[in-house]
């Protein structure tokens, strides 16, 4: 096991900080937190296209960031992480949802920010953070 890094853990505030670093892309907060299974059998983000998700583990350290821009969900991406097995050690995630119409560019410069604030752990590389948006 490597050294851990300084962790963040989810929060409500460090969610807080993450939809305020969407700026004007954020859609809407969703202030709860969901398990994978709620995720990927129940749909809870299935009316989410486009969006960061925040994953962490069962002592509540921010493992992973992520987003997902596609015809699909954002839950769809997360079940992509849970087929291929990266996703063994999240038990919480949370979403910040962006609008459907967010350019690429713009969502990843988001997950940059997100990922660059929260630091999560399992995450190796980030989005180059770019320029205002």
């Not at 963040?8 to 398990?35: K, M």
């Not at 998700?53 to 769809?76: L, Q």
């Not at 992509?80 to 999240?90: D, F, M, Q, T």
Request: contains cysteine; aromatic residues 6%; proline residues 5%.
């Amino acid at each position: 096991m490597r050294p851990r890094r300084f962790a963040c853990t989810l929060t409500p505030e460090n969610y807080d900080t993450a939809c305020d670093l969407a700026g004007s892309a954020l859609l809407r907060r969703i202030p709860a937190a969901s398990t994978i299974l709620q995720i990927t059998e129940g749909g809870a983000w299935k009316a989410f296209s486009t969006g960061v998700y925040i994953a962490a583990d069962f002592e509540n350290i921010i493992r992973y960031t992520g987003s997902a821009i596609r015809d699909g969900s954002v839950g769809d991406r997360v079940q992509e992480h849970v087929l291929s097995g990266r996703a063994a050690r999240w038990t919480r995630l949370m979403v910040v949802p962006l609008a459907a119409g967010t350019e690429e560019d713009l969502v990843r410069r988001i997950e940059g920010r997100i990922g660059a604030v929260l630091r999560p752990i399992d995450t190796k590389r980030l989005p180059h953070l770019g320029g205002p948006g």
